[in-house]
């Protein structure tokens, strides 16, 4: 008979291990993926803070139940299998055991429902925005506005491996990023000129679809100076894996300065160029 104890016990252990990593790859490099490490990237938007509180609520719920029923299946492989129990049982039901598993699964989606309900209404409703940004996705790129700041649309491609400068990362660098200052309430509404694409910010909690003929609006308000990356997340064609999506949250000054320039334009770009490796060294010096 195989020793049924000793592999539930080494499964145990590489659960433990599998749960401990997960916890280690919380302290992921903020805005992009990083190797090695499992889990969201830090949050930096309220969107994100709060899912991040609803996921780890789960976490508490989930795990005991995961617990309970891979006990019960070793418990019942043990008990009952052949050898043990060579007589089967002629039970048809049990009334109180059917009342259990009927209510007790009720009543935690019910606790579940209560805090991802104010969740969804939070991620829904916009709040008053210092501004709007139109994000348009093409096979494949994206295309970016600012009607409030008078900018028309510019064209933010991924930069191909072989023109990648220092600093710059494979398959998520632009040539012309989305900027926004930080601290701003930033409303961005969302379509597509061809194929369905989605516009996908994990640091943001943000995840839109992007339709042909429709516009999806959503929200985010950046709350720390960084450089965010994210990607088209809805397959759409042979080059969907190169459609990323690059945002510089910067300070209120560089931005009024970056939108002077004229964005997607060389210019804006040193101006971002500068303001990044800026903070790149003060960063450093604080290390």
């Known amino acids: ?57 789960l976490l508490w719920i989930i795990i005991p139940i995961t617990l309970l029923v891979m006990g019960l299946l070793i418990w019942v492989m043990l008990r009952y299998n052949r050898k043990a129990n060579p007589e089967a049982s002629k039970n048809s039901h049990n009334t109180v055991l059917e009342v259990v598993w009927t209510a007790v699964p009720v009543l935690i989606l019910i606790v579940i429902s209560v805090f991802s309900f104010p969740l969804l ?18 096979q494949w790129y994206w295309g970016y506005e600012y009607p409030d700041h008078e900018v028309g649309e510019y064209i933010s491609s991924m930069v191909p491996e072989d023109q990648l400068e220092e600093g710059q990362l494979r398959n998520l660098s632009v040539d012309y990023p989305v900027v926004v200052p930080v601290n701003a309430t930033v409303r961005l509404q969302v379509t597509a000129a061809d194929v369905i694409h989605n516009w996908a910010m994990p640091a943001f909690g943000t995840k ?9 609006e959503t929200w985010f308000r950046v709350q720390e100076e960084g450089t965010y990356y994210g990607q088209c997340s809805e397959l759409c064609g042979i080059r969907h894996a190169f459609m990323p999506i690059e945002v510089h949250a910067v300070s209120q000054d560089v931005f009024d300065r970056w939108v002077e320039a004229g964005p997607g334009s060389d210019e804006a770009n040193a101006i971002i160029a500068e303001y990044s490796a800026a903070r790149e060294t003060r960063l450093a010096q604080l290390d």
């Open 1 to 57: 008979m195989p020793d049924l104890y000793g592999e539930a016990m080494r499964f145990l252990t590489a659960l433990a291990f599998i749960w401990t990593t997960a916890i280690a790859g919380a302290y992921a490099t903020p805005g992009q993926p990083t190797d090695g490490h499992l889990g969201f990237q830090p949050a930096v938007t309220p969107i994100m803070e709060r899912v991040n509180e609803f996921h780890n609520l």
């Open 208 to 216: 839109m679809d992007a339709i042909p003929g429709r516009i999806n």
């Open 121 to 138: 209404y939070f991620q829904d409703e916009i709040p008053e925005a210092d501004f709007t940004i139109k994000a348009t996705g093409y």
